[in-house]
């Protein structure tokens, strides 16, 4: 599924329009401990979290993954949307919880980690 595929899937909103949608996403995750996402990221995964600041992108951008994916309406730091857009990391917002994200792209076929 690529990120295009993604957005409607999740009710998303792409907050950075000069990332590239038709990026492959080959799994899930969600996590909020940034240590964590630095030893479990993997290249092409969609993660969901609640952080907002500069070290999200930095960790994504570690990891290569596909998206970094703002669960109930939360608003990303403008300065981690700049790096995001400078960067190429696309970021997605949209209403739903974390848990109802990741029970679509589960049911979508997204696979958890390796």
């Not at 329009?17 to 909020?32: F, H, K, S």
């Not at 930095?58 to 857009?85: G, N, R, T, W, Y």
Request: aromatic share 4%; charged share 25%; net charge negative.
């Amino acid at each position: 599924m690529t990120i295009k595929e993604l957005i409607p899937l999740i009710e998303a909103e792409n907050k950075t329009p000069g990332a590239d949608l038709d990026r492959e996403v080959l799994c899930g995750y969600t996590c909020d401990l940034l240590s964590w996402v630095m030893g479990h990221g993997q290249e092409g995964m969609a993660w969901v979290t609640v952080q907002t600041h500069m070290n999200v992108i930095a960790v994504a951008l570690l990891s290569d993954m596909a998206c970094v994916i703002m669960p109930e309406e939360i608003e990303m730091e403008p300065e981690s949307i700049a790096k995001a857009e400078a960067e190429g990391m696309c970021v997605l917002q949209t209403a739903l919880s974390g848990y109802e994200i990741c029970g679509r792209m589960h049911e979508a076929g997204i696979p958890d980690k390796d």
